[in-house]
């Protein structure tokens, strides 16, 4: 299984990193390298609070927490046997 997904202010800080620097972190276009092969653009998703996010029975809903960092989520993680809470923080 392929899945990547981001925040979208996560996303929004990548590519402004991309766009003012010679990096191509998770960049969303093919890259051709110095050696005649192309690096394959990533299909980045983004989500956010609320969003419902399927990878196979799961389904995992973002939630926005205060963190000092930009775009921090929490979690909650729902299989159909249990629902898990993850904050991603500890203070």
Known sequence: ??????????????TSVNEISNTNYLSEK???????????????KTFRTG??????DIEVTPIHVDHSVPGAYGFIINTG?????YSGDLR
């Open 51 to 56: 969003d419902k996010i399927k990878i196979d």
């Open 81 to 85: 046997e249990r629902t898990i809470i």
């Open 30 to 44: 093919d890259v051709p390298t110095k050696f005649g092969g192309v690096i394959p653009a990533n299909k980045i």
């Open 1 to 14: 299984m392929n899945f990547d997904a981001r925040p979208e202010t996560a996303k929004n800080i990548i």
